[in-house]
């Protein structure tokens, strides 16, 4: 690899955004943001949350969840159980800053520029990025990248589906070109792409054999990031070295960060034995999703004399839906009646007191936690979104304001549980000896489908709610890899899903919700919805133009998919629950979007490591 360069020359000045090229042709910009002013000049130095001068060295074990047979980040999803490590090695043509909403900055490319219509985008690569091996990193990888992304991975089809030609147009330049002009994301997304090197997917490996990108590997692949593998257990653990000789190590996005010289991932198939491996010092620090947990079981020695250090971060920059996933391909879930009692059967407020000490809030959007959420009556610009399809929404939307039934004490239950009961009735299900059938006499039964400790919990205090309205519900629990299987084939009743929204939400709602994705195996569109006023509204989201627009864009397809009941919404926090021995320190304050900011904003601390001990 190249030796890293100084900041003049790993990222030269240029343009502002607002200047006009020779001929009239868009300027170079140093940074995309899709709404909004950019925080940081051309000339910037570094980011503002990080220490420029965080000593570099020592090592970060962490704790990992489930297990991996795959470093092959392309059939992530399809094929396999990708190790979270193996996406740590590449680099994207831009970095996103953690104290913006949606702004990205020069990484593997040093400039893009595109027209106002954004029909096109073109990226420049940084002259001195390098692959591990030396080589650099050419238009060509970044193409191939495209293509095979785009070919394997659900995702990354629906994502770039609108990206329909990359081409090489200079020495170091590359073009994407969308079918359409207007869609005011895809600049910026593009910037998004991991790299691969598309010389080491061609080739072969020690062996002589012909790598095969769209197959699992367990060979450890080549990067271009600040780390590499170094070894690896297949299924038990990953160690990534940090390359010393980085290209972009003084690239101010960059510069503070990344600073542990291995970073060592340990698996686990479950929280529990995961929290007594931390609790030995088998790990520096974990992240706890348990709110049981949170309260009752840090109560160890190494708490009480502050050796290890309980802390919560704010989760600014995101939003979610956590749910029972309903199947919506299933005929019994046809009707929204259905689905919609089986959110009445739900008594969140009394799980809430008895598994989660009370900690949870219910979720009431798809986009939980974010200016973005729904609320009230629809008006002004979401009010006119919405009223060309009121023929294909249900009325609720212009009438009522969404909220989910509350229970938490046995009147409350009562009420929705003969609601409940009412509305299987209005949709032709009734019961019959205590079991609920459908008009030809075919009794409801549910499976629900987990692969944890924890979400068998759940799906467990959820059972007995169901048979109360007559649905015989079993709990299945399974592998990870037959989970992931079953998911992928959507051969499942009901399953705990999850969906991340960011804070400027675009293609991904077509892999989320869109029709489209609905036939698509592998895609996330679990839920099997197929709806044209949702598709409609997802298009309005892609194509806003300014972020009031968007926000209303938004707003308006949170409120239709309520509307819906494709799911049963479960719970949140605004908070990550971290708990680590105290040897490590970082930057204050910490960035608003970044969470916790581990392990790439932190750094090891020897005054502190040395107070608290050695590792056992």
Known sequence: MAPALGLATAFPVLETAKAQGAGNEPAWR??????????????????????????????????????????????????????????????????????????????????????????WVIYR?????RWH??????????????????????????????????????????????????????????????????????????????????????????????????DFVAGRSVT?????????????VRVGQNNFDELRFEFFRDNLVALEAFKADQADWIAENSAKQWATAYDFPAVTDKRVVKEEFPINDSGRM????????????????????????????????????????????????????????????????????????????????????????????????????????EAGFEVKERKLVDTAGKPVTVEILVQDPSAERIALFYKPSLERIGVSTSIRVVDDAQYQNRIRSFDFDMIIDQWGQSLSPGNEQREFWGSQAADQPGSRNTLGIKNPAVDALIEKVIFATDREGLVAASRALDRVLLWNFYLVPQFTYGFSRYARWDRFSHAEPMPKYGRSGLPSLWWNDAEKAARIGKRS
């Open 30 to 119: 140093h940074a995309l943001s899709l709404f909004g002013d950019i925080k940081y000049p051309a000339d910037f130095k570094r980011y503002d949350y990080v220490n420029p001068d965080a000593p570099k060295g020592g090592v970060a074990r962490m704790i990992s969840i489930g297990t991996f047979d795959n470093f092959n980040i392309a059939v992530a999803g399809i094929k396999g159980n990708l190790a979270p490590a193996a996406t740590q090695i590449y680099e994207t043509l831009m970095a996103k800053s953690l104290d913006e909403v949606v702004t990205q900055y020069g990484l593997l490319a040093e400039a893009a520029a595109h027209p106002d219509d954004f029909s």
């Open 240 to 252: 990534l070295e940090r390359v010393k000789d980085y290209w972009g190590a003084k690239l101010p």
């Open 125 to 129: 690569l940084n002259k001195e990025a």
């Open 322 to 425: 956590q749910a029972f996933a309903i199947n919506n391909r299933r005929e019994q879930f046809r009707d929204a009646r259905v689905r919609r009692a089986f959110n009445y059967a739900f008594d969140f407020e009394e799980m809430n007191k008895q598994l989660f000490y009370s900690q949870y809030k219910r979720i009431n959007s798809y986009f939980e936690g974010t200016e973005l959420a729904c609320s009230g009556l629809p008006k002004g610009q979401e009010l006119a979104l919405l009223e060309p399809l009121r023929d294909k929404v249900p009325p609720e939307v212009f009438t009522t304001a969404y909220a989910n039934p509350v229970g938490g004490n046995p009147e409350n239950v009562r009420s929705n549980l003969r609601e409940a009961a009412r509305l299987l009735k």
């Open 133 to 230: 091996d030396g080589k650099p990193v050419t238009p060509e990888d970044v193409i191939f990248s495209l293509e095979t992304l785009k070919k394997l991975s659900p995702f990354y089809a629906a994502y770039y589906r609108h990206v329909v030609k990359s081409e090489k147009s200079g020495e170091r330049d590359i073009k994407f070109t969308f079918d359409m002009p207007g869609n005011r994301e895809l600049p910026t997304i593009v910037g998004e792409i991991p790299v691969l090197p598309k010389h080491w997917w061609e080739g072969t490996d020690e062996q002589g054999r012909k790598r095969d990108i769209s197959q699992t590997t367990l060979e450890k692949p080549l990067g271009s990031g600040p780390y590499r593998i170094k």
